[in-house]
């Protein structure tokens, strides 16, 4: 168990629809990323989150947003919803955000549009 | 810019025998070099990683990979390999001058008794 928590675990909607991920880091963290795992495009960084501020941004599409709270827990907003949206989405937290940071990954959210 | 290639999509191997999962990377930048595994249905799991420390670098549950600057290479290693070594492994780089992780394609290990 990494200590990051991701709710929900499954989430089956409909295209057209906006969804929220939820993510708690671990006790301490003050980063949080959000990658999202498809079978076509392997395992993506989309955005991070420092402190509550961004800090980077990967291959976030625009109708997708996040943002992270000042208890440092994070949301991911996915909107008008698409096929190719389903994916396995990852939040991840670390100490300090730099690169050498070691991240620790939550157990994903499976998002299944139809 | 940096990638990272995983020289191998599927590995197979037999229980008790080396394990070896091969990683390039190109990067401008000083790396961290990080190994990652994904059991099914689960999350990501740091193995190792070598932040500009000693070269060869040992993991949880007995894997060990070799940070080989000339050849920008980090390959994985296990003298011996489980049934529960079966899984996805991720070779990931991360540069001194950026935040993100760049993920490798993936290495599917499975392990015949």
């Known amino acids: 168990d990494s200590g990051v928590t991701q709710t929900p675990k499954h989430l089956i909607t409909a295209t057209g629809q906006r969804v929220t991920l939820r993510c708690s880091p671990r006790?301490?963290?003050?980063?949080v990323y959000w990658y999202q795992q498809s079978l076509d495009q392997g395992l993506q960084f989309l955005i991070q989150y420092y402190n509550g501020e961004e800090r980077a941004k990967g291959n976030i599409l625009e109708r997708f947003s996040a943002q992270q709270f000042p208890d440092l827990h994070s949301e991911l907003n996915l909107s008008s919803l698409e096929l190719g949206d389903s994916a396995l989405y990852f939040c991840?937290?670390?100490?300090?955000?730099?690169?050498?940071?070691?991240?620790?990954f939550g157990p994903g959210t499976r998002l299944t549009v139809l | 810019a940096q990638s990272v290639t995983q020289l191998d999509s599927h590995v197979s191997v037999s229980e008790g025998t080396p394990v070896l999962l091969r990683c390039n990377y190109s990067s401008s930048y000083s790396p961290s070099l990080f190994w990652y595994v994904q059991h099914p249905n689960k999350g990501l799991q740091l193995l190792l990683k070598y932040t500009s420390a000693a070269t060869l670098v040992k993991g949880i549950n007995g894997f060990e990979a070799e940070f080989k600057k000339s050849e920008t290479s980090f390959h994985l290693t296990k003298p011996s390999a489980h049934m529960s070594d079966a899984a996805e492994y991720f070779c990931?780089?991360?540069?001194?001058?950026?935040?993100?992780?760049?993920f490798g394609a993936g290495t599917t290990v499975t392990v015949r008794a």
């Open positions: 006790s301490g963290d003050l980063s």
């Open positions: 990931v780089v991360s540069l001194s001058n950026d935040y993100k992780l760049s």
């Open positions: 991840a937290s670390s100490p300090r955000g730099n690169a050498a940071d070691t991240q620790y």
